[in-house]
């Protein structure tokens, strides 16, 4: 029998910001700059509500 728990819980799995399209190390995927804050992680003096004040999002790359 497996130590290895069938169903992770789901703190275990990775936040996904609004702006992600997949999750980090998805293969096709890759971290670019928020389109929305221009990489900054802010919009005017709150976090940027896209990319969860991060400034990278996650997106297919490659134009598959």
Known sequence: MSDTPRNQAASDQPKLNPGD?????TPGAGENICPECKGSGR???TS???C???GKIIEGIGGA
């Open 52 to 54: 969860g004040g991060t």
């Open 48 to 50: 940027c509500p896209n």
């Open 21 to 25: 399209q997949a999750e980090p190390g």
């Open 43 to 45: 919009i005017g003096v």
